[in-house]
C-alpha cells in the first residue's frame, strides 16, 4: 500500500467520522428539545391555561409514556423502515406534533398534541443507539457522548432561548414557541438523506429495510431489568430538576433566579457530555465511577433546597453536570453491553418499562408536591429509584456479553 493510498485512506475515514458524529450531534439536538420547551412556559401555562402543578409536570413527562410505547414497537421499525427509515419518521411525527401543541387552548387539546410528538421522539430514541453501534462499533461510549451533547444543547436552547423569545418577540402569542423550535426540522431530513447516504450501512441488517416481525421485549432478562431501574434513576434526575425547580423557586420567592438556574442546570450537563466524548470510552465498564457520579447527582438535590439566595443557581449547576453525564452512560451502556444483533429487543424493553417507570415517578413527585404544598417531597421517588441503581451497578457491568465489543455486521 503506498503513502498515497494510505493518506487517501486516512482522510475518508476522517471525513466519514466527522458526517457521522456531527449527524449524530443533529438529530441529538431533537431528542428533548421540544419536551424543554415547556419549563419557561410553566407561567403562562399555569395562569392562562390554569394549568396546576400536577397538570403541568404530566405535559411535560407525557412524552416518556410514548417513548415507553415506541419502545415495543422499536425492533419492528428498525427491520422494517431501516435506521434512516425510522429516524425520518420521528423526525416528521416529532415536528408535527410540536407543531399543533401552539393551537388547543386547553389541557386535553395540549395533552394529545404531546403525545404526537412523543411519539415522534420514541421512534427517533429507539434507532439512536443502533447508529451509534453501526458508525462506530467500537467507540459507543464517545458516539453516545456526542448525539447526547447535542440532546442537551437542545435542552439548553429550549430552556434558555424560549422565555427571552417570549418577551421580546412572540408576546401574547407565547403558544408559537413549540412551532418556532420545529422550524429547522426539514433541513435535517434533507441532511440525512443526502449526507447519511455516504456513510455505510449496507452491511448491517439493521441499516437497511427488511420483512420485520414485532419482537417483544424478554421479560426474563435480568439485565434488561437492571438497565430499567438505572434508566428511570438517569432520566428522573433529569426531568424532575427541570420540572420542580420552578416552583422550587417560586416557592422561596426567588422566581426571579429561573432563568439563570436553567441555564446553569443544563449549561453544566453540555459541559459534562463534551468531557465524556474524550474520556466515556475510558469509563465505560468500571463501576466506581458510575456509583459516584450517580451518588453525587443525589446528592445535590438537597443543596438545591437548602441552599439560600443565589446560590441555588450554582447547586443546580452540580445537579445538572452529575445528572447529564449518568444519562450518557445509561444510553451507551445497550450497545456496550450487547452484540448489535440483540439491540433492538433489549432497547424495547428498555426503553418501555424505563419511561413508564420514569413516567410515574414525575406525576408521583408532581401530586406529592400538590398534596403537600412543599416542593422537597417532589424529589421523593426520584431520590428512591436512584438508591435502587447504585445497589444494581456493579451485577449490571458485569453482565456484558464477550462479543459486545463489536458486531460482525457493522461497518469498520
Same mark, same amino acid.
Given at each position: 500500500?503506498?503513502?498515497? $493510498?494510505?493518506?487517501?485512506?486516512?482522510?475518508?475515514?476522517?471525513?466519514?467520522?466527522?458526517?457521522?458524529?456531527?449527524? &449524530?450531534?443533529?438529530?441529538?439536538?431533537?431528542?428533548?428539545?421540544?419536551?424543554?420547551?415547556?419549563?419557561?412556559?410553566?407561567?403562562?401555562?399555569?395562569? =392562562?391555561?390554569? @394549568?396546576?402543578?400536577?397538570?403541568?409536570?404530566?405535559? $411535560?413527562?407525557?412524552?416518556?409514556?410514548?417513548?415507553?410505547?415506541?419502545?415495543?414497537?422499536?425492533?419492528?421499525? #428498525?427491520?422494517?423502515?431501516?435506521?434512516?427509515?425510522?429516524? %425520518?419518521?420521528?423526525?416528521?411525527?416529532?415536528?408535527?406534533?410540536?407543531?399543533?401543541?401552539?393551537?388547543?387552548?386547553? @389541557?386535553?387539546?395540549?395533552?394529545?398534541?404531546?403525545?404526537?410528538?412523543?411519539?415522534?421522539?420514541? @421512534?427517533?430514541?429507539?434507532?439512536?443507539?443502533?447508529?451509534?453501534?453501526?458508525?462506530?462499533?467500537?467507540?459507543?461510549?464517545?458516539?453516545?457522548?456526542?448525539?447526547?451533547?447535542?440532546?442537551?444543547?437542545?435542552?439548553?436552547?429550549?430552556?434558555?432561548?424560549?422565555?427571552?423569545?417570549?418577551?421580546?418577540?412572540?408576546?401574547? /402569542?407565547?403558544?408559537?414557541?413549540?412551532?418556532?423550535?420545529?422550524?429547522?426540522?426539514?433541513?435535517?431530513?434533507?441532511?440525512?438523506?443526502?449526507?447519511? /447516504?455516504?456513510?455505510? #450501512?449496507? +452491511?448491517?441488517?439493521?441499516?437497511?429495510?427488511?420483512?420485520? /416481525?414485532?419482537? =417483544?421485549?424478554? &421479560?426474563?432478562?435480568?439485565?434488561?431489568?437492571?438497565?430499567?431501574?438505572?434508566?428511570?434513576?438517569?432520566?428522573?434526575?433529569? *426531568?424532575?430538576?427541570?420540572?420542580? =425547580?420552578?416552583?422550587?423557586?417560586?416557592?422561596?420567592?426567588?422566581?426571579?433566579?429561573?432563568?439563570?438556574?436553567?441555564?446553569?442546570?443544563?449549561?453544566?450537563?453540555?459541559?459534562?457530555?463534551?468531557?465524556?466524548?474524550?474520556?466515556?470510552?475510558?469509563?465505560?465498564?468500571?463501576?466506581?465511577?458510575?456509583?459516584?457520579?450517580?451518588?453525587?447527582?443525589?446528592?445535590?438535590?438537597?443543596?438545591?433546597?437548602?441552599?439560600?439566595?443565589?446560590?441555588?443557581?450554582?447547586?443546580?449547576?452540580?445537579?445538572? *453536570?452529575?445528572?447529564?453525564?449518568?444519562?450518557?452512560?445509561? %444510553?451507551?451502556?445497550?450497545?456496550?453491553?450487547?452484540?448489535?444483533?440483540?439491540?433492538?429487543?433489549?432497547?424495547?424493553?428498555?426503553?418501555?418499562?424505563?419511561?413508564?417507570?420514569?413516567?410515574?415517578?414525575?406525576?408521583?413527585?408532581?401530586?406529592? +408536591?400538590?398534596?403537600?404544598?412543599?416542593?422537597?417531597?417532589?424529589?421523593?421517588?426520584?431520590?428512591?429509584?436512584? =438508591?435502587?441503581?447504585?445497589?444494581?451497578?456493579?451485577?449490571?457491568?458485569?453482565?456484558?456479553?464477550?462479543?459486545?465489543?463489536?458486531?460482525?455486521?457493522?461497518?469498520?
Amino acid at each position: 500500500m503506498t503513502h498515497d $493510498t494510505l493518506t487517501q485512506q486516512t482522510s475518508e475515514g476522517l471525513r466519514q467520522a466527522l458526517l457521522a458524529y456531527g449527524l &449524530l450531534w443533529c438529530l441529538g439536538l431533537y431528542l428533548r428539545l421540544t419536551v424543554l420547551v415547556v419549563p419557561p412556559l410553566i407561567p403562562q401555562l399555569k395562569g =392562562l391555561l390554569g @394549568f396546576t402543578n400536577g397538570e403541568v409536570a404530566t405535559a $411535560t413527562s407525557l412524552p416518556l409514556v410514548t417513548l415507553a410505547a415506541g419502545g415495543l414497537v422499536a425492533g419492528w421499525l #428498525l427491520a422494517r423502515l431501516g435506521v434512516r427509515g425510522c429516524l %425520518l419518521l420521528g423526525l416528521a411525527v416529532m415536528a408535527l406534533g410540536s407543531g399543533l401543541r401552539s393551537l388547543p387552548q386547553g @389541557f386535553l387539546a395540549f395533552t394529545l398534541a404531546t403525545v404526537l410528538m412523543g411519539m415522534g421522539i420514541a @421512534f427517533m430514541q429507539a434507532a439512536m443507539p443502533v447508529l451509534a453501534k453501526l458508525w462506530a462499533p467500537g467507540h459507543v461510549g464517545r458516539a453516545s457522548a456526542v448525539y447526547t451533547n447535542g440532546l442537551l444543547v437542545g435542552e439548553l436552547l429550549a430552556a434558555g432561548a424560549t422565555g427571552p423569545m417570549v418577551a421580546l418577540w412572540l408576546g401574547e /402569542r407565547w403558544q408559537w414557541a413549540f412551532t418556532v423550535w420545529v422550524l429547522p426540522v426539514p433541513l435535517l431530513m434533507l441532511a440525512l438523506l443526502l449526507v447519511g /447516504r455516504r456513510l455505510p #450501512l449496507a +452491511n448491517s441488517p439493521a441499516g437497511r429495510p427488511a420483512e420485520g /416481525r414485532l419482537t =417483544l421485549p424478554d &421479560l426474563g432478562d435480568g439485565r434488561m431489568w437492571r438497565l430499567v431501574a438505572l434508566l428511570g434513576a438517569a432520566a428522573a434526575l433529569y *426531568f424532575c430538576g427541570n420540572i420542580f =425547580l420552578p416552583p422550587l423557586l417560586e416557592a422561596s420567592q426567588r422566581l426571579h433566579l429561573l432563568a439563570a438556574s436553567l441555564i446553569a442546570l443544563n449549561g453544566a450537563q453540555m459541559i459534562s457530555s463534551a468531557l465524556l466524548i474524550l474520556f466515556a470510552d475510558r469509563l465505560m465498564g468500571r463501576a466506581r465511577p458510575l456509583i459516584a457520579i450517580t451518588l453525587l447527582a443525589l446528592l445535590s438535590i438537597p443543596a438545591m433546597l437548602a441552599l439560600p439566595g443565589g446560590h441555588v443557581v450554582w447547586a443546580a449547576g452540580v445537579f445538572g *453536570f452529575f445528572t447529564s453525564a449518568l444519562f450518557i452512560f445509561v %444510553l451507551a451502556l445497550p450497545a456496550w453491553l450487547v452484540t448489535l444483533e440483540q439491540l433492538p429487543r433489549l432497547m424495547s424493553g428498555m426503553l418501555c418499562f424505563g419511561y413508564l417507570l420514569v413516567f410515574a415517578i414525575t406525576v408521583l413527585g408532581g401530586w406529592l +408536591n400538590d398534596w403537600s404544598g412543599t416542593t422537597s417531597l417532589a424529589f421523593l421517588p426520584t431520590a428512591f429509584i436512584g =438508591l435502587v441503581a447504585i445497589g444494581i451497578i456493579p451485577r449490571l457491568l458485569a453482565s456484558r456479553e464477550p462479543a459486545a465489543h463489536a458486531s460482525p455486521h457493522a461497518p469498520r
